[in-house]
């Protein structure tokens, strides 16, 4: 069986507009109770607070948690409080009497706890409302309950205090404003401090404002300082009991018990005003009022003294806060908001300034710009958040590895720079650069586990005239020295690096638009069954021809392509034209020839895109090509940076019949074991293997293995780089299945081949 509080949480919230009903209701009733004739004025005031607790029961339980409603039920208690006291001053006439009696105190006992709850009713509202403290905003209610006090003081609690003809009683129920100014202070706060001002906090603010006057009203009656009827504090209280409840009822009463995001905001002018007239009306007042008693008078002055250090702690508060945030802005524009270490902006100001005395104090600036390896892995395989805590961990223990003076830097995504500065001929850099490669031979702790990542780290010194910038440069590009050498190493930069820089900026421009200007072709080098000396099929390879640079090795733009994302559009053209080649050569050799097949390399930027698959399934189905007639090469290396991403790849390419070959096979991972989990049909021997065969070179033996296991697993062997009679022979008598190499012909334009297309034809 449900809990009631279960019960409860499941209720929707109330709709606005039975807050509103309830508004338009209770004042019909406050003004029935004001302008009706006598015999009315008790239903109307009974009906109004009959109301008022009604909903106050049903508000809070539909529109709030059952942990949010302790406020509530503090108004709640308050609310019965107030009514018990309004009882028995109905049933008991001789507690209105003005002046009051004795007898007053009975009603008084209960609204002093009405006050006390109510009270801290506002303050519970007030702590979880407020997101953050806010210095100006409770300065500001201050300010305004001060200046009530000021005001309550001057013309009630001071003229019952000080008039001999009034009794203790009067005196007593002229203090009865102190818990207004109370409540106003915590009303003003709830205004003030920040987050949306909704309706149920107006309601609230209102209701406030109505108490103070009804007591104000109140008091002035009974301190016989003003004549007027006891209708008009009683009319206040039910709009009190009108307003309160119907911020109950009213959704946005959530609101005033749930934090709510700060909302800073210039200082208004009506905010300006109302300080200007809190400090300045006080002070006239003081200032026009005669001399009277010493107590009064320094009651006054203390009142006026502490609402002229308020408004000096508001400054003082508003140029700290200034000051503050300028610093918080300063550091963000300063340091890396993950790891909280300086970023490019502050490095470069501190080398600047290194630089400036390097020449005089005989100092040598080094940078250590270090990269981490394959760090997209880690984001890929775990998630970002994974990376982040890498990162920070990568931080904290490069920290560890510096001295005091120097500077550690995030400047990147996985990138890092450490500054030092030291005499030329303590080789700092380099013994730092040697630790640090130990250090990241050693596991980071993380919340996945134990996580191993190397780096790349390049090395740049100064005497003092290069500008921070150009040693920053200078250090990523001995940084891309060490990774090309193969990672996890470091080099030092020199001047020749800035040339080699200089030509692949120049051959990464000239890459751009290479495709669209019709500058690349895709040749074609035979793959030859090695039993039969017959065309099995062609290796299609992308070759560019630059109008400025002539020809361009692949060597040297496929690696600068594939980082820089090109090699996903060129991929594609280069599928799509060798498709369409063999489709065309499948033609003229007609439907009795020998099958024949094209093999094409597929980046490790597209083995990682999800859309290869569709690329090849739509190349398939436009061109109409039979799946086991396209081979898709994949290096080893590139499939084992992230076997599980590239299974989910492979698998769904082997689902449409195409078939896989492992390229490069030896140069990477160099192991058999992983084969039997890869959906591949065909291992490509390296030709760094091939190239003493056949003269009992030292390869003999690896390359006997490699045909061994890959035919248990029913696998076929291509090898590559096959360039002598010599070399085939020997990889005949081995029971290898394929070979190219330029022994058959190197890679050629289409038009080039027709030799192989009509041999193989009439064969």
């Not at 934090?259 to 300045?280: A, E, F, N, W, Y």
């Not at 830097?409 to 500065?421: K, N, P, S």
């Not at 290069?466 to 990523?476: K, N, P, S, Y």
């Not at 070959?661 to 991972?669: E, L, V």
Request: charged share 20%.
């Amino acid at each position: 069986m449900s809990s009631p509080d279960f019960v409860a949480e499941q209720r929707p919230p109330l709709r606005a507009r039975f807050a509103w009903l309830h508004v338009v209701a209770g004042l019909t009733l406050v003004t029935v109770y004001c302008l009706g004739p006598v015999w009315v004025q008790t239903p109307a005031s009974v009906l109004a607070m009959a109301g008022g607790m009604t909903s106050l029961y049903l508000g809070p339980n539909h529109n709030l948690k059952a942990a949010d409603r302790l406020p509530w039920k503090m108004v709640r208690i308050a609310g019965w409080l107030f009514i018990v006291a309004t009882v028995i001053r109905a049933l008991v006439p001789s507690t209105m009497n003005t002046p009051p009696t004795a007898i007053a105190l009975i009603p008084n006992s209960f609204i002093v706890p009405a006050y006390l709850c109510l009270g801290y009713a506002f303050l519970v509202m007030l702590r979880r409302r407020r997101a953050a403290d806010d210095d100006p905003a409770r300065i500001d209610a201050i300010l305004v309950g001060l200046a009530a006090a000021f005001v309550t003081w001057t013309f009630v609690i001071s003229p019952a205090v000080y008039d001999s003809n009034l009794s203790g009683y009067q005196v007593l129920d002229a203090l009865f404003p102190i818990f207004d100014v109370v409540m106003l202070i915590l009303v003003a706060q709830l205004m003030l401090a920040g987050g949306v001002q909704q309706v149920a906090l107006w309601l609230m603010i209102v209701a406030a404002a109505c108490m103070f006057v009804g007591d104000l009203l109140f008091s002035l009656r009974d301190a016989q300082l003003i004549d007027i009827s006891p209708m008009a504090s009683n009319a206040a209280f039910l709009l009190m009991f009108v307003l309160i409840p119907a911020a109950a009822l009213h959704p946005s009463t959530r609101t005033l018990v749930q934090p709510q995001k700060v909302v800073v905001r210039d200082l208004s002018k009506l905010r300006m005003t109302v300080i200007g007239l809190v400090v300045v009306v006080p002070t006239i007042i003081t200032s026009l009022m005669p001399v009277g008693a010493v107590v009064n008078d320094l009651i006054r002055a203390g009142l006026c003294a502490l609402i002229v250090l308020s408004v000096l702690g508001r400054v003082v508060r508003s140029n700290n806060s200034r000051v503050k945030a300028e610093k918080v802005t300063r550091r963000r524009a300063t340091h890396d908001a993950l790891t909280d270490l300086p970023n490019r902006e502050l490095l470069s100001e501190t080398v600047s300034r290194w630089a400036d005395r390097a020449a005089s104090d005989h100092l040598e600036i080094s940078l250590l710009f270090i990269d981490l390896d394959r760090f997209k892995m880690v984001n890929d395989h775990w998630g970002h958040e994974v990376g982040d805590e890498l990162l920070c961990a990568v931080a904290g223990r490069l920290g560890e590895q510096v001295r005091a003076e120097d500077v550690v830097a995030r400047i990147g995504g996985d990138e890092f720079v450490i500054a030092l500065a030291s005499p030329s001929h303590l080789r700092l850099a380099e013994s730092l650069a040697d630790r640090l490669l130990e250090e990241f031979g050693k596991p980071f702790e993380l919340s996945v586990g134990d996580v191993v990542v190397s780096a790349s780290i390049g090395v740049a010194k100064s005497t003092g005239g290069a500008h921070a910038l150009e040693l920053i440069r200078d250090a990523d590009t001995a940084m891309y020295k060490a990774k090309g050498s193969g990672r996890n190493a470091y080099a030092l930069f020199d001047t020749s690096l800035r040339d080699q820089v200089r030509d692949r900026v120049k051959l990464e421009q000239a890459l751009r638009g290479a495709l669209e200007r019709g500058e690349l072709a895709v040749y074609f080098q035979p793959i030859v069954d090695v039993a039969g000396d017959e065309l099995d099929g062609f290796e299609s390879l992308m070759r560019w021809t630059s109008p400025e640079l002539g020809f361009v090795s692949p060597d040297e733009f496929i690696p600068i392509a594939e980082e820089t994302g090109m090699i996903e559009e060129m991929g594609a053209w280069s599928l799509r034209e060798s498709v369409r080649q063999l489709q065309e050569w499948l033609v003229l050799r007609g439907p009795h020839a020998r099958p024949i097949h094209v093999s094409v390399n597929v980046a490790v930027r597209q083995l990682r895109d999800g859309a290869l698959v569709k690329l090849v399934d739509d190349v398939l189905r436009e061109t109409g090509l039979p799946p086991e007639a396209l081979w898709l090469e994949i290096t080893e290396s590139g499939v084992m940076e992230d076997i599980e991403a590239a299974l989910l790849t492979l698998n769904a390419l082997h689902s449409l019949g195409v078939t896989l070959c492992i390229d490069d096979f030896g140069t990477g991972y160099s192991s058999l074991s992983y084969l039997h989990r890869l959906p591949v049909g065909v291992v490509k021997i390296d030709r760094s293997f091939i190239m003493d065969v056949g003269e009992a070179g030292t390869n003999e033996p690896i390359v006997r293995a490699v045909l061994a296991m890959t035919h248990a697993m029913g696998h076929r062997v291509v090898a590559e780089g096959v360039e002598t009679e010599l070399q085939r022979d020997w990889l005949r008598a081995q029971g290898c299945d394929l070979v190219q190499g330029w022994f058959y012909g190197k890679a050629e334009r289409p038009e080039n081949l027709m030799n192989w297309i009509d041999r193989s034809v009439s064969a």
